[in-house]
């Protein structure tokens, strides 16, 4: 590995601790380094505070003049909620600038490194591009599509099953398995189920993790609005519950959800709930990464309309059999497999007992 690579690996390891908190920004590193040594890090963690490469900067300082700064996103060049940070980078006398990702945002694409070339600082690109562009696959998205990353989740055993035939579905995973998937909560701007998991299983929907976690907005959509009073969802306000409904519910039943503060129930003037109309409206609320975790009815409306982008799977070693016994994926399901999106296997990994296999979704 040469240098360049070994400190934007530092600076690339550095984002992964941020995937999530930063929404609806990217995450991103910055490592500064002056005569083979690391004068300055920094890492931008919450939107409207100091992007990484200021952090980076104010560390090293008067070592920054001359010095080369690693940073794992194009440069900003633009007035948001913080000054660009190209012009950062000129002004702190820097001598050379190694990028990872290029950004696709419309306000910077291009113009940072073309900023900082400009004012004759040295640029190199593409240094473990691959890896830096993972960090932030839902914001590129995002960028690109206005509309959320949609990642589906699901725990099943070898033969595909979630529940057994009578329904019982605790725990097919185990706890490292169902710990990880937590991690996925944390990283995401929002979570969705439908109705009959809310009914069924009464779930929180926040995270749980060593050390705390992010709770991302709780998202159920609910044809005929009927959520109960007593759920967690609305009882617990630890995180903004969002019910979309159809244009046939009870007003009043409206009414009384609403009046929990972090409760907003979204009519749509439509009987059924369209996921197109969903992911709309989150992107709208600049939700960035969407997760979906039930139930397989649900599923299978993003799955036909071609919403998924992801896929995170974790199979259990174990055979349910049934066949009354739920898939992850249900509802009516494709009746050609040429209007089958196909998917591409781009990691697994042993978690636990049991297995997590990864999966994104081929475009074009």
Known sequence: MDRDQQYMRMAVEMAKGTVGQTTPNPSVAAVVVKDNQVVGLGVHVKAGEPHAEVHALQMAGEKAQGAVIYVTLEPCSHFGRTPPCAQAVIDAGIKRAVIASHDPNPKVSG????????????????VLKEEADQLNRAFFHYIQTERPYVRLKSAISMDGKIATSTGESQWITGKEAREDGHRYRHQSAAILVGINTVLMDNP???TRIEGGGRNPVRVVMDTHLRVPQSSQLIQDPAAPTWIFTGINHDQAQKTALESHPHVHV???NTPEIEPEAVLHYLGEKKITSLLIEGGATVADTFVRAGLVNEVITYMAPKLIGGKEALTSVAGKGFSQLKNVDRFEFISSERIGEDLKIISVKKEG
């Open 111 to 126: 113009r940072g490194i073309k900023m900082v070339k400009e004012a004759g600082v040295e640029v190199t690109t593409a």
């Open 204 to 206: 929180k929907l926040t």
């Open 266 to 268: 979204i009519s749509l």
